[in-house]
């Protein structure tokens, strides 16, 4: 579910099938507000939960750039990725 922020009455019931089913994975929850931050949540959740916090795309995961070494401060590093850089205009960024 998308958007969860908006639908806080959901927590209640998400819990009740937590609590009866007690299989994990059965919800994924997304959303722009931290849930620890949400308004009009009255169930913590606590020990239902897990939390990752997400970054947006990097320049290369938005035009699909095969690079994907780990970063090493190293002139090999450096001239490898340079070979597989692709042009960004300043509204990409």
Partial sequence: MDEVQHAPNLFPQIK?????????GQFFLSG????????????SLAGRLGIINLTGLSLREMHGTAFDEPFLP????LFSRQKNKTDASYTDI
């Fill in 16 to 24: 009740i099938i937590l609590d009866e089913s007690k299989k994990k």
């Fill in 32 to 43: 722009l507000q931290q849930f620890h931050m949400m308004k009009n949540v009255s169930e």
């Fill in 74 to 77: 190293t002139d090999e590093y």
